[in-house]
């Protein structure tokens, strides 16, 4: 007898028609196998689904580059379908399940034929793990399979776990064709599926992304008590070798991965990573806050990662552990055959740019959202933690962004509400990672705007409760690499600097730690800040700890009007927060 996974398939494969269908394994054999396919046989916009790269200098990688239309989250085709919109909120697309069902059912309608349908049947979070959770998904795509691979735990194991229950995640994709007016990402909270169509880039194809691990974990979250966020998980481990994990959540281009992988510059200090991008957390049976990885692969963006930003994530790329890693949309090398983009290195002699036509310089030779797809097992920093199927215990909460000017260096949270305070009031820059203008001041609550799967006022409300579920709740603080001088130029240099501000935070995660007390939280002192051997004047770390509440006139406008989106949503306890906030601003 047929199980309900075997059923859904049979119901998948009646409507799209392929012509033969793949049961992935999730073996090194059969991803050589997929990736042979790609260079081969499959084909997009006229380029091989997959270039192979220099073999010396790096092993096992290959180039893919996607349609000059599809090469970011599309914000303004997501949609969120829940029964009702209140429950989808301002902060999503929202259309009626019915209506989207039946459109996405008829774009699906033969989609297929000729093509291979993969089944990829993978876990988010380890195996054992009573957080994780056992998924399925299928797509027409082999970038998309390969890809899947490196990002999940994929295999055969999944489905012997899934045996004959219905308990699982679902997920239907198919490239289409690629037209931006027949372009959807669907989500069916209720149902814990996802449909879409008409798009092969990461966040909108890889379903066990953000579509799955946020939209759809958020909603699980809210109903089952936990957190789905869009953060890093790292390790800390000072000189007396006790180890303290931290989860912090940074909109795209604000640093996350740098800070995950991050090379310390103070001696004593090391960094073991965790996850890059999305942790999932969960009150333990001893009311500690615990987080796992959902992911098992870096998708990071390439521009502007180099041994200066990221030596870390440099050696990852390099490393010959585990098949394949994948660039997509970067520049190329053609003397030596290699990736390569702004910020790596000076410019080779003879570059083609990511859509194939040379380089002059004056066009970017990578597209600003380019990508690299590698396991996290090539991760020379990975934390022995990772496979814990009980998460690491988090010490400290960090939430940030990309301000120019108001925000310091750092500041501590007065206690667990301000924190939710601070991170439901986030701004920070847009970023080429979705497609809308770069360079404006966006309001992101803890880098989750376009992730949450339900009604943001709700999801606020939902961290006030889980903190009221913890014996011993992590502090909260707030950081900002990118305050700036008259000039304009960065007053903080970032990158290995940054162990300065983490030694700071977990100083005050246990109780110590020199600080001042400010309108907005607790700020460092500079005597009470490691400085040894920094080249920044004592009057510039001054001006980086300011806060000076006459400044907030503006932003106090900005929160306002931030709020009123959420209507009855919003929790009283934030509305009394932002008063309290007006107040000092008022004396």
């Known amino acids: ?119 990829m049947p993978y876990m988010m979070g380890h195996p054992d793990s009573p957080y994780a959770k056992a998924c399925v998904q299928v797509t027409d795509s082999v970038y998309v399979a390969v890809s899947m691979r490196i990002m999940t735990r994929l295999g055969g194991k999944v489905v012997e776990k899934i045996g004959s229950s219905d308990k699982f995640v679902k997920g239907v994709h198919s490239v289409g064709e690629l037209d931006p007016n027949r372009r959807y990402i669907m989500h069916f909270p209720d149902e814990g599926l996802v449909m879409s169509y008409g798009s092969g880039y990461g966040g909108n ?24 966020e869009h953060m890093i998980i790292m390790g800390i481990t000072g000189p007396d070798k006790k180890t303290f994990y931290v989860a912090a959540a940074l909109p795209s281009a604000c640093g996350k991965t740098n800070l995950a992988m991050m090379q310390p510059t103070i001696p004593g200090y090391t960094i073991t990573t965790l996850g890059d991008d999305i942790a999932w957390m969960n009150v333990g049976p001893d009311g500690q806050l615990y987080a796992i990885n959902p992911e098992y692969g870096f998708f990071g963006v390439a521009s502007g990662t180099s041994m200066k930003t990221n030596p870390n994530m440099m050696k990852t790329l390099h490393a010959n552990k585990f098949y394949p890693t994948l660039y997509t949309n970067v520049g190329l090398d053609t003397d030596k055959n290699e990736p390569w983009w702004e910020g790596m290195s000076e410019a080779p002699k003879n570059v083609i740019d990511w859509q194939g036509k040379k380089y002059d310089g004056k066009e970017k030779a990578a597209h600003a959202n380019s990508r690299f797809t590698v396991s996290i097992r090539n991760c020379e920093t990975l934390s022995p933690e990772e496979e814990n199927p009980k998460g690491v215990p988090i010490s400290a909460i960090i939430f940030g962004g990309r301000r120019s000017s108001l925000l310091p260096l750092v500041y501590e949270s007065k206690s667990w509400q301000h924190g939710v305070f601070s991170g439901s009031i986030m701004g920070s820059e847009t970023t080429a990672a979705a497609a809308h203008a770069a360079g404006v001041l966006r309001r992101d609550p803890m880098a989750m705007l376009p992730f949450c799967g339900y009604n943001m006022g709700d999801y606020f409300f939902h961290w006030l409760e889980v903190g009221k579920k913890m014996k011993n709740a992590p502090k909260i603080f707030f950081v900002n690499w990118f305050r700036t001088n008259e000039e304009g130029k960065f007053m903080w240099p970032g990158f290995g600097e940054n162990i300065r501000v983490m030694k700071w935070i977990l100083e005050r995660a246990i109780g110590k730690g020199k600080a001042k007390e400010t309108p907005i939280g607790s700020v460092p002192t500079v005597d009470g800040f490691d400085m040894t051997g920094l080249d920044v004047s004592k009057s510039d770390m001054e001006k980086l700890f300011r806060v000076n509440i006459k400044e907030w006139g503006e932003e106090i406008k900005s929160i306002e009007e931030h709020y009123k989106k959420f209507g009855a949503t919003m929790p009283k306890e934030l509305l009394a927060e932002y008063e309290s906030l007006v107040k000092e601003y008022e004396k």
């Open 1 to 119: 007898m047929a199980t309900p996974l075997e059923k859904w398939i049979e119901e998948i494969a009646e409507l799209t028609k392929p012509e033969k269908i793949h049961w992935c394994d999730g073996s090194e054999k059969e991803a050589r196998e997929l990736v042979k396919i790609g260079i081969e046989k499959e084909k997009l916009n006229g380029n091989p689904i997959f270039s192979e790269l220099n073999k010396t200098t790096y092993p096992d990688s290959y180039l893919h580059r996607s349609h000059p239309n599809d090469v970011a989250r599309t914000e303004n085709l997501t949609f969120v379908c829940h029964p009702n919109k209140e429950m989808a909120g301002p902060n999503n697309n929202w259309m009626d399940p019915k209506e989207a069902k039946a459109k996405m059912l008829g774009l699906y309608a033969g989609c297929m034929k000729g093509k291979t349908m993969y089944v």
């Open 205 to 228: 194809a890889l379903l066990g992304k953000k579509c799955f691990s946020l939209r759809i974990a958020s909603y699980l979250g809210l109903k089952e008590g936990w957190l789905a």
